[in-house]
């Protein structure tokens, strides 16, 4: 991008500061400088007018699950545990998997979405790692990936009905993290809970010893790959921080000694409760079978409730709570992701600035890139979006993806008023010289 100054609009920069009426420079694909109020005259530059907008970073997904069947104008009902997963009985292989991927990513970047951190593929295939190099190449339109490996649970029995022998233990814990690191993976998943979802009171179930996260956390340090994981059930969560994992999802029945642990550890460690999907389950199922008496069986309703009761705590001791998670299912379809911001203001007691910041600055630190990526910063990546409105007023008009005016990712323009989504580095239409 030719050097560009985004005026007259608010600025939030993603350091938690509230917005104020600034401008944003851009030069090639990283921002040059912010500065506060508007300069009038703008010679030989390129200007964005953001006339009653707010210039902020783009945003980043904390848990993303881009091979999830459904998205926004692409709803599958058939995955949709636990009333149907027929959707396991038809998979026809690499390319339509890949094909899938490749939709989601767009999807999800449209909504504003420019990075995205994995929280696991949902079949045993490269398909994240592929997706990752070929939207870094500009070959396909997507937000920038860490990707994931497959969920690995600590079952022998494995998905497809035969049984794995040496499943279990530490040295196979280990040899799961060689093997997903030797395909690429960034990150490797394991469920260290159970999940009520598969099993009754399976929240409160945790599938792994100590020994045996152990031996992943070390094997991971080796390979050079981070650890995420599942983790409800308070001893989870504890297994996890000893053990070293990166990226902690859930923490929904934590308790003090688990929440002592995280905090001793927060400088390390993030955590993400994934409201999105759980909030679905308890209000937003019907249509698909999931009724109030499924939400409770499935352990949904005490889920909303466990975490009303932990984040505020999370919140309180500074631990790094992001928002996302577990968007791919016919209730909570990919697209929808902006929906978390609003969920940990209203549910969980972040306040709107909170969870912006936790959406872009703290976003860029668990993508590894928390030096230039997540803030409208001097030497930071141009990933920016125009949005219609205040969103630290209000961060519900981030989910209708008409009040994003611009998104602008590594400098290069992905939406502007006067072309698609998708479009490549140009001159907008509403800019002037």
């Known amino acids: ?32 400088a912010t500065r506060a109020g508007w300069s009038g005259g703008h010679p030989g530059e390129l200007v964005i007018d953001a006339t009653g907008c707010t210039v902020m970073p ?8 881009l091979t999830f069947p459904s998205a926004v104008g692409h709803i599958d009902p058939s995955f949709n545990p636990p009333l149907d997963v027929s959707f396991f009985h038809h998979i026809e292989g690499m390319a339509a998997e890949l094909a899938r991927a490749e939709r989601n990513a767009l999807i999800l970047l449209d909504a504003g979405f420019t990075s995205a951190y994995s929280a696991g593929s949902l079949l045993p295939m490269p398909t994240e790692v592929i997706l990752r ?17 497959m969920e690995r649970d600590n079952h022998p ?5 035969h049984t794995e022998p040496d499943w279990q233990g530490p040295d196979a814990c280990a040899a799961f993290v060689r093997e997903q690191a030797g395909m690429g993976f960034d990150a490797v998943k394991f469920l260290l809970s159970n999940d009520d979802v598969f099993v009754p009171g399976g929240s409160h179930i945790t599938q792994y010893t100590a020994e045996e996260a152990s031996a992943a956390g070390e094997q991971a340090r080796e390979s050079g790959v981070w ?37 001793s550890v927060k400088d390390q460690v993030f955590v993400s409760p994934a409201p999105g999907i759980i909030y679905a389950n308890v209000h937003e199922g019907a249509e698909f079978g999931m009724d109030r008496a499924v939400a409770e069986r499935i352990g949904s309703v005490a889920a909303l409730e466990g975490m009303a009761e932990v984040y505020p705590e999370i919140r309180k001791r500074g631990i790094r709570a992001l928002p996302g998670g577990d968007y791919g299912f016919p209730n909570n379809p ?19 600035l909170e969870v912006l910041t936790a959406a872009t600055r703290l976003g860029g630190q668990l993508m590894g890139m928390g030096g230039e990526l997540g803030m409208l910063a001097p030497g930071y990546l141009a990933d920016v979006l125009v949005v219609a409105g205040n969103p630290a007023a209000d961060v519900r008009i981030l989910q209708d993806a008409g009040n994003i005016r611009y998104i602008i990712q590594g400098g290069r323009y992905h939406k502007r008023p006067d072309g698609p989504a998708g479009t490549a580095d140009g001159t907008p239409a509403s800019t002037s010289r």
């Open 1 to 32: 991008m030719e050097r560009t100054v985004i005026t007259n609009g608010l600025v939030f920069d993603g350091s938690g500061t509230p917005p104020a009426p600034g401008e944003v420079i851009i030069d090639g694909d990283r921002v040059l």
């Open 58 to 65: 783009g945003m980043i997904e904390s848990h993303a699950h």
């Open 133 to 149: 190099d070929k939207i870094k190449a500009g070959a396909v339109p997507g937000p920038r990936m860490r990707a994931a490996s």
């Open 157 to 161: 029995q494995r998905p497809d009905g």
């Open 227 to 263: 650890l995420n994981c599942h983790a409800q059930s308070a001893e989870s969560v504890k297994i996890a921080v000893r053990a070293g994992f990166r990226s902690i999802y859930h923490c929904t029945y934590a308790d003090s000694e688990a929440l002592d642990l995280l905090e």
């Open 334 to 352: 990919i697209g929808r992701n902006a929906r978390d911001l609003e969920l940990f203001v209203d549910l969980l007691g972040y306040s709107p």
